[in-house]
């Protein structure tokens, strides 16, 4: 998975002064209880204050067409879902991602820094957190994007798609299809990240603070966003896609051939410009968040 001047905009100045004193590289916060409770409010933060943004995006890309699938009307629909879900997605994949990254340092022997580590650590920890994204997933954006055929709750939807299609075709609809996009995502997204962090004092001469973290994760999340957009549209057609429908039985490849096809290269790059915006802003509340949370968490421990 995000405005930094937003971000810096809530911070307490006392609390900057007292954190920022010392270099995140010296705070012990790469530990089990400060990634997950760290990572559980940045993820409900972005969800929640961004969740707009993504309506339109997942409207812009379903096959029904932006109008028919909503457009500006019940822009909320599917906040639920993704408020509930957001929290221990997010939790779980930073969880997973400090520890993987300790992990893949001692059995390799790089550094923390290297960007092999931050690649199969982002990696490995997103297939554990889509564990609990692709549910979510299915029940917001049907929710978002199928207007009047959507009047159930988040979780009647699943039930009903765990009844009638099964565990892997129906709760898990689109499992491979998000990991497709979420890997490459986060093999970009990531070490870019960690390369921002790393030379921003460098550059700058000023210290890492959570303002400069929540920057830096803007930029590598714009980046990211706008190159994986065509494996989200992809996601989101099959997610969306009715149970009789000819979508659920191709392959990815053919998904993303069918949406060229039908559309050229625009249906490939369906929701760009609300997708980049998202992931953008998202980034700078999720990083910053995530920051500002494990150095306080650190300072009272």
Known sequence: MESAEIV???INP???????????????????????VAGGVAGMVVDIALFPIDTVKT?????????????????????????????????LFFCAYENFKKLF???????????????????SAEVLACLIRVPVEIAKQRR???????????LQILWTAYKTEGLRKGLYRGFGSTIMREIPFSLIQFPLWEFFKLQWEPMTGIQSTPFS?????????????????PLDVVKTRIMLAEQNSVIKKLSIP????????E???????????????????????????YDLTSRMLAAQS
């Open 8 to 10: 810096a905009g809530v």
């Open 14 to 36: 006392d609390v900057i002064k007292t954190t920022t004193m010392t270099p995140p590289e010296d705070i012990p916060r790469h530990n089990f209880v400060n990634a997950l």
């Open 59 to 91: 409207r812009l890309q379903s096959g029904r067409g932006f109008w028919r699938a909503g457009g500006f009307k019940g822009i909320y629909k599917g906040l639920a879902p993704a408020a509930a879900g957001s929290a221990p997605t997010a939790a």
């Open 105 to 123: 340092c001692d059995l390799s022997g790089c550094t923390k820094n290297s960007p092999y580590i931050h690649m199969a650590s982002a990696s």
């Open 144 to 154: 978002q994007a199928l207007g009047t055929k959507s009047q159930n709750g988040a």
């Open 213 to 229: 973290v929540a920057l830096c994760g803007a930029v590598a999340g714009g980046i990211s966003a706008g190159l994986t957009t």
């Open 254 to 261: 053919k998904v993303m051939a069918s949406i060229y096809r």
């Open 263 to 289: 559309k050229g290269i625009t249906g490939l790059f369906a929701g760009f410009v609300p997708r980049v915006m998202w992931i953008t802003l998202g980034g700078a509340f999720f990083f910053g968040f």
